[in-house]
């Protein structure tokens, strides 16, 4: 069952009352059916704006703050992006439609296998996976043009911005795990990195090692 008009439009309206302008995500959002990425007891809310509880302790992040993470990490059309915490899939489904090549990584196998099962399903065949400590990046296909990380830390981490291009942006939530976390957006430039904050978020801490099942 995919999502009505009326669904489409809510959650299009509450992207854009939360500050989502970029004509080109709103498309991906639009176009990316949040509902095959929610499974289970909470289904029925998947059109929502709001994070929603996933299998193995982890969370589909609320629409807008995708959307806003997206929007901030401008990818181009000949990009090649990092994506920390697969989670769901849903993150990934949006940049793919924005992006060259999506390299996503996951410490829980069965996260990553689940998303995979729905990147087969919708054709997305520019998204490949990885069951990886994410904490490490994955130097063998670096550097990249865009990283995004969707699990807190309390510093950028160091092997992740030696893996992003001179002109590359990342966007990740800092922060203490169980208090308020800012989302940033990291430049690197030819002489070190900028930094600017951009809101309040609040996501699973970002965790060394594989998950356990």
Known sequence: MSWTPEQKMRLLFALRSKGVTDKAVLTAMEKVDRGLFVQGIFADRAYEDTPLPIICGQTISQPSVVALMTQALDVGPRDKVLELGTGSGYQAAILSQLARRVYTVDRFRRLVAQAQ?????????????????????????????????????????????????????????????????????????????????????????????LGRE
């Open 117 to 209: 099962d729905v990147f087969d399903e919708l054709g997305l065949t520019n998204i490949i996976t990885f069951t990886a400590d994410g904490s490490h990046g994955l130097p063998d296909h670096a550097p990249f043009d865009r990283i995004i990380v969707t699990a807190a830390a309390e510093d950028p981490p160091g092997p992740l911005l030696a893996q992003l291009r001179i002109g590359g942006i990342m966007v990740l939530p800092v922060g203490q795990s169980d208090a308020v976390q800012s989302l940033i957006k990291v430049r690197r430039t030819e002489t070190g990195f900028e930094y600017d904050e951009l809101l309040q978020v609040r996501f699973v801490p970002l965790l060394e090692g």
